[in-house]
């Protein structure tokens, strides 16, 4: 079996031990090791490649993304269309991401911000506050990770519903389908998690007016892709104070640029894009059992 490997900006290494670790006797190269011959592979494992990789690897049975989100990749000219394209579905980032949306959740319910500030002017200034579980957590976006999370939640006792555009089937949680009931759902989410991907649909789906039917004082936490969410109407519910805060790991624009107005805005938590980061081992065992799969549908009899 032959790979390549293109995953420019993170530390490649972890993919080679992982892959070496798995499928010792593969032939596995780095792009830049190979894009000057003719070597072809059977496989690419990317993540933010260089373009010129889809123009060179002509014998690609399979690209897989070293990501959930597919959006880099699509807007490459060179991407082939008939090249069956798999993401990442979980592979160990559902866990990731429910840790990232707990900690938004207590963060702004539980009122650590206001804590934090009080504990730098030495106020001893008890919060009331609603139990968590009282509130409605909205999941936008039901693919593999916001279904792991939703069901997760509902397994911690919190009350959760999802929306997607259309019906998922047998969730653990309660679902609300298409553009016509995104306002009823968000009018009930108290947390709003948005795990959308980036598309021309979803892009400012969270407009000025989607942001103002959220409950008064609702928590927005962004961990799908940052241009679902108009910033500039977020900002503006914001310093309103009709949203209570929001915690952010994920922009339009990445990264953030210095001037941008979120890094002054008292009620917004940011991370630069890391609520869940790909898990090597995990990513290659889900992308070998793909190609397992591939290859088996093709009659071989093994690698
Ligand atoms: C990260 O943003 C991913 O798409 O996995």
Redesign the pocket.
């Known amino acids: 079996m032959r790979i390549v490997l293109s995953s420019p900006l993170t530390d490649q290494e972890y993919y080679l031990k992982a892959l070496a670790k798995f499928c010792p006797y593969a032939d596995i190269r780095l792009w830049d090791a190979v894009k000057e011959t003719s070597w072809q592979a059977e496989y690419a494992l990317v993540w933010k490649p260089d373009n010129g990789l889809f123009l060179h690897q002509k014998e690609l049975k399979a690209i897989f993304n070293l990501?959930?989100?597919i959006d880099a990749l699509e807007k490459l000219p060179d991407l082939p269309k008939d090249t069956p394209l798999y993401k990442?579905r979980d592979a160990g980032?559902g866990q990731w991401m429910l840790e990232y949306i707990l900690y938004g959740m207590i963060h702004f319910g539980r009122h650590f911000d206001r804590y934090q500030q009080y504990q730098s002017e030495r106020r001893w200034q008890p919060e009331l506050t609603t139990s968590l579980q009282e509130k409605s957590i909205g999941i936008l976006g039901l693919g593999p990770l916001g279904q792991f999370v939703g069901d997760q939640l509902r397994q911690l006792g919190y009350n959760v519903a999802g929306w997607s555009r259309s019906a998922k089937k047998e969730l653990s949680f309660d679902q609300f389908n298409g553009y016509e009931n995104l306002d009823h759902f968000l009018s009930r989410s108290h947390f709003l998690v948005n795990l959308l991907p980036a598309k021309d649909e979803t892009y400012h789906l969270l407009s000025e007016d989607r942001l103002m039917s959220l409950p008064r004082g609702a928590v927005v936490i962004s961990v799908g892709r940052g241009s679902v969410i108009d910033e500039h109407a977020l900002l503006v519910q914001l310093q309103t104070r009709h949203l209570r805060g929001a915690l952010l790991d994920?922009f339009e624009h990445e990264p953030l640029s210095k001037e941008h107005p979120f890094w002054q805005q008292d009620n917004i938590v940011m991370t630069p894009?890391m609520a869940?980061p790909?898990q090597y081992e995990d990513a290659i065992k889900q992308i070998l059992a793909d190609i397992l799969d591939i290859e088996l549908d093709q009659g071989y009899r093994f690698l």
């Open positions: 990501g959930a989100g990442l980032m994920v894009h869940a790909t």
